[in-house]
């Protein structure tokens, strides 16, 4: 049993959004939804949270937005692919909001049904998808998002029979004619292909060295292995690939943010690869108020470990930070205003909401 319908997993750029999806969920179609805005307790452990929050979630929506994915973003797309394994109930619906492409989907994400908001979450037709798909249910035209019956499209009793045939026959010698395109080139582009390709991958770090301790995976083939000389090895019968012949690469290692390659494979058996990691970026926002719990706008903030990085806090006294490096629990902070003594805070790496107070001179 579940005990929610969906759980919501976003960006944190994209959460204003994001919330009135999850209300439309709740107040107009009675769905169940676990956002975490309005589900997690302060002071709580919130990574718990999360995680049981997923477990028990039926559906899980992964929103895609301008930004793409986030840090914890990403963790709660593959715990959520991992279920899905696991536990074969479990839907993973892509999400696509106003400002997002395509391509940035990974190819386990984009190889599934996503339902596209671009145009906006009054999308009526997209957003009676989506519902459908969180009841996992076929979505009828229009059915889902309907008020009344007489908005329903209605039938043409005068139909002509013979433009029905002719839609049908042109329809008919259309897909005939995609199909002998296809059985003619797929012989085309799979007869250069070996039958197994041995491919091989070194993870790098930022600095383009070599790593210990990496975790990868491949989209076809069968496990990695690694090799005496620091390279990874996966052989690939070219039965198991995709029509398009691109394999998918992931990488990740604790120290490091993980990385994707999409590799086109073609008539060389033995194709090579480097895979570099990424330095650690992690988000950091809060507000800063005066001892009076008032906004202060313009306010410098700054990461005291690295002092080019520095923001000014907006007319609500709203900032925000990205920190890169070694990935910590929590970093101090500089502000700094004219009418107010300069003040060193602590936030916590990867959350909203972190206040820092300024007091007068």
């Known amino acids: 049993m579940f005990d929610y319908d969906a759980f919501l997993s976003h960006a944190s750029q994209d959460e204003a959004l994001v919330e009135i999806v999850a209300r439309k969920l709740s107040n107009e179609h009675r769905l169940g939804v676990f956002f975490a805005l309005w589900k997690l ?46 536990e074969e109930p479990k839907r993973v619906i892509p999400v696509l909001l106003p400002g997002a492409r395509e391509d940035a989907l990974p190819d386990f994400l984009a190889q599934r049904t996503w339902v596209d908001l671009r145009n906006g979450v009054e999308d009526e037709t ?106 990874w090895q996966v052989k690939i019968p070219r039965t198991k690939l995709r029509l398009d012949q691109k394999v998918t690469l992931w990488a990740e290692h604790p120290k490091w943010t ?6 086109q494979l073609g008539a060389d058996p033995n194709p090579q690869l480097e895979v570099r990691l990424e330095v650690p970026k992690e988000r950091i926002s809060g507000v800063v108020i005066d001892a009076a719990n008032r906004a202060v706008s313009g306010a410098r903030v700054s990461l005291r470990n690295q002092p080019g990085s520095a923001t000014v806090t907006d007319q609500d006294g709203h900032f925000e930070l990205w920190i890169t490096g070694a990935r910590t629990e929590t970093t101090r902070l500089h502000v700094e205003h004219p009418d107010y003594q300069s003040q060193d805070g602590s936030c916590y790496v990867g959350r909203d909401g972190c206040p820092l107070v300024l007091e007068t001179e």
């Not at 949270?49 to 797309?77: K, N, V, Y």
């Not at 993980?258 to 590799?263: A, M, N, Q």
Request: some cysteine; glycine content about 10%; proline content about 9%.
């Open 258 to 263: 993980g990385t994707r390659e999409v590799l």
């Open 126 to 231: 997209a957003f009676g998808r989506l519902v459908a798909g969180i009841r996992g249910v076929a979505p009828q035209t229009n059915v889902a998002v309907l008020k009344s019956r007489d908005r329903l499209p209605k039938r043409n009793p005068r139909r002509s029979p013979r433009k029905s045939r002719f839609s049908s026959a042109y329809f008919g010698i259309t897909i005939g004619i995609l199909l002998t395109a296809l059985a003619w080139w797929f012989p085309q582009a799979t007869s250069q292909s070996p039958e197994i390709y041995d491919l091989r991958f070194q993870i790098l770090d930022p600095e383009a060295r070599p790593v210990n301790g990496a975790t990868v995976s491949v989209s076809s083939g069968n496990k990695p292995h690694l090799l005496p000389d620091g390279w």
């Open 41 to 86: 307790v302060p002071g709580a452990p919130w990574q718990e949270a999360l995680e049981q929050g997923l477990r028990s979630s039926r559906t899980c929506l992964i929103f895609l937005g301008p930004d793409g994915f986030g840090p914890w973003h990403s963790t709660e797309m593959r715990t959520a692919m991992g279920q899905r394994v696991a």
